[in-house]
Nanobody, 117 residues
């Protein structure tokens, strides 16, 4: 059974940084597009960033220049480095695995990120 487990969330002040990790229990990891999504209270889940098998990355406009997605295929782990955090970044963050451009096939359970003074 495939499992994705996020970690690294928490409370941080505006302007601060957090690094999220997502460990995947899956036999073959490298073939998947990895992604991070987030869902704020009362809002729909939105794409934050994706990383393809070839290393190409894509970001939501709201996080460009502040967030960086990366992956370690040997460790089967996805990362999201978040800098210059803003209150509007407060949300539950989910990692995902997808095949090419299809909707995510696997989801983590999420980790809470709260940006507040």
């Amino acid at each position: 059974q495939v499992q994705l487990v996020e970690s690294g969330g928490g409370l941080v002040q505006p302007g601060g940084s957090l690094r999220l990790s997502c460990a995947a229990s899956i036999s073959i990891f490298s073939i998947y597009v990895t992604g991070w999504y987030r869902q704020a209270p009362g809002k729909e889940r939105e794409l934050v960033a994706t990383s393809t098998t070839g290393g190409s990355t894509k970001y939501a406009d709201s996080v460009k220049g502040r967030f960086t997605i990366s992956r370690d295929n040997a460790k089967k782990t996805i990362y999201l480095q978040m800098n210059s955090l803003k209150s509007e970044d407060t949300a539950v963050y989910y990692c995902s695995l997808a095949v090419n451009d299809l909707p995510p096939r696997y989801w983590g359970r999420g980790t809470q990120v709260t940006v507040s003074s």
